[in-house]
Nanobody
Framework: VQLQASGGGLVQAGDSLRLSCTGSGEGFSDYSMGWFRQAPGKAREFVSGISWAGRTTRYADSVRGRFTVSRDNGKKSMNLQMDSLKPEDTAVYYC??????????????????WGQGTQVTVSS
């Protein structure tokens, strides 16, 4: 599968952005998906995850209440609505697909396909 992330940009603190991730190939609806981010000089970290049917979601403590993950399996897409952005949200954001079907995952080693990343920059 190939994943394409988009929607990043430069915004001010308090603004919103909506990231999208589109997948190609068959079976998109069978896999959990996730968003990760990597800030300069830091390790990549989990941001949010969503199960294959979209019934279960998970968020990092740092974004809970501000970010909302969703998916549309008919369009083979996943979105991340980011509200009340903070300068510390500045990072390259990556979408990822789980290695295994029908398994809800949220640790980096359980994701096997990655998008190319989209830059989010939040100015203070």
């Amino acid at each position: 599968v190939q994943l394409q992330a988009s929607g990043g940009g430069l915004v001010q603190a308090g603004d919103s952005l909506r990231l999208s991730c589109t997948g190609s190939g068959e079976g998109f609806s069978d896999y959990s998906m996730g968003w990760f981010r990597q800030a300069p000089g830091k390790a990549r970290e989990f941001v949010s995850g969503i199960s294959w049917a979209g019934r279960t979601t998970r968020y990092a403590d740092s974004v809970r209440g501000r970010f909302t993950v969703s998916r549309d399996n008919g369009k083979k897409s996943m979105n991340l609505q980011m509200d009340s952005l903070k300068p510390e949200d500045t990072a390259v954001y990556y979408c990822a697909q789980a290695k295994n079907k029908m398994k809800y995952v949220y640790t980096e080693d359980e994701f096997g396909s990655w998008g190319q990343g989209t830059q989010v920059t939040v100015s203070s």
